[in-house]
């Protein structure tokens, strides 16, 4: 099998995305409690941006009631994700978050996003793809994300490949 000597700008990208979708996920997990309204009265215009703006003040707003001021807390870009968790008192701030979350409600869902029975079923055909290209890549098991693991054997040209046609995303060759 070819040696992999550089890194894909489609990896690269994944990884970047991978570590936006984290940074967001932390970023709206700590954002998480406000008093008013209930869930079924944000206002929502059907706009996703919109919705989650409204659910972000929400939040904010509960947790600042709670005693931890989200916004003040952040460092410059002012996300959540650049709070030093290290001067929080995870207990309190747990609590807290648990009674936002039942106040507020979930973050809005972005529906443009792929669902999790979409996101299965694009594992499935890339790890076929990897099969076909000759790896032993198995199969991933429903619910527990990607299972293979890329070392220095497999040609990032391959990984592209099978990316490009398991989300269907336009070639960049």
């Not at 409204?54 to 650049?82: I, Y």
């Not at 869902?109 to 079923?121: G, K």
Request: proline share 7%; with cysteine; net charge negative.
């Amino acid at each position: 099998m070819p040696s992999m000597t550089r890194t894909s700008p489609l990896r690269r990208s994944l990884g970047k995305t991978l570590t936006v979708l984290a940074g967001a996920t932390l970023l709206f997990g700590l954002a998480a409690c406000a008093p008013t309204p209930a869930p079924d009265e944000l206002k929502t215009d059907g706009d996703y941006e919109t919705s989650m703006l409204d659910w972000r003040q929400n939040m904010d707003d509960c947790m600042l009631d709670a005693g931890f001021d989200l916004v003040a807390m952040s460092e410059n870009d002012g996300s959540s994700a650049s709070i030093d968790m290290s001067q929080i008192d995870m207990v309190a701030f747990d609590k807290a978050y648990a009674g936002c979350s039942d106040t507020v409600g979930e973050a809005p869902i972005d529906a443009s996003l792929p669902t999790a029975e979409e996101t299965f079923e694009a594992q499935l055909i890339f790890a076929k793809c990897m099969r076909e290209a000759g790896y032993d890549y198995p199969d991933p098991v429903k619910g527990s994300g990607m299972t293979g693991a890329f070392g220095p054997e497999i040609n990032p040209d391959d990984v592209d490949t099978c990316t490009q046609l398991a989300y269907d995303l336009p070639s960049n060759k």
